[in-house]
């Protein structure tokens, strides 16, 4: 990807969120697709920050939503999801992703905290199972890890994504919002929720066609 990609997208998600773990493989089908044409820029989002409570993950209406929304869509994108036996907060799986960015390795620790949490159902609020998520990933450190959560070394980074997010009206995940590189955020076209891929392309196409007119 070169430095100055025509369009930016900038993706809010979190990592208890089913439907951003459902929309992760469009946006990597859109990155291979239109690869120089867009930057993906991945943004901290907490669903759940203190001092709100986290979803009880027996309560009915968490496996009526389960059976009727994310069930049907994770089998129609070929995803194995199931409903986890947890609700963490997700504050320090968010630094976690912060800290794995500065070590080159983002996407890596990305997907791997969607799957640890919606496909093994591990607790990734839990320091010890994040280090241990880390220690699966080559060139990251756990210890490193680890020291890095206990200093809230990368608070500050998630906290900042999460004000602009409040900034621009973002009160859900997943949303995208495309615009031209350094354009203001007003400019920005949002797409909101698990978009299916041709309406992200057509969006996609259509902003490129804009922006080089």
């Not at 809010?12 to 439907?19: L, M, T």
């Not at 869509?73 to 409903?83: D, T, V």
Request: net charge negative; aromatic share 8%.
């Amino acid at each position: 990807m070169n430095a100055s990609p025509t369009l930016r997208v900038d993706v809010w998600s979190d990592y208890v969120c089913p439907f951003c773990y459902l929309e992760l493989p469009e946006i990597q089908r859109l990155e291979g697709q239109f690869n120089d044409q867009i930057a993906v820029v991945w943004r901290a989002f907490e669903l759940r920050p203190e001092p709100n409570p986290t979803l009880d993950p027996n309560a009915q209406y968490l496996h009526n939503t389960w059976n009727r929304t994310v069930y049907p869509l994770a089998e129609n994108r070929g995803m194995k999801l199931k409903l986890p036996p947890v609700q963490p907060r997700s504050r320090k799986a968010q630094e976690a992703a912060a800290f794995a960015e500065t070590h080159g390795r983002f996407n890596a620790m990305h997907e791997a905290l969607f799957r640890a949490f919606f496909e093994h159902g591990r607790d990734i609020g839990d320091i010890e199972v994040l280090c241990a998520v880390a220690a699966e990933i080559d060139e990251l450190d756990p210890f490193d890890l680890r020291q890095a959560l206990e200093e809230n070394r990368y608070t500050a980074e998630v906290l900042d994504d999460e004000q602009l997010a409040r900034a621009l009206g973002i009160n859900g995940v997943p949303i995208m919002v495309l615009r031209a590189q350094d354009a203001p955020w007003e400019e920005g076209l949002p797409l909101r929720g698990a978009v299916p891929y041709d309406m992200l392309e057509t969006a996609v196409n259509e902003a490129l066609v804009r922006l080089r007119s």
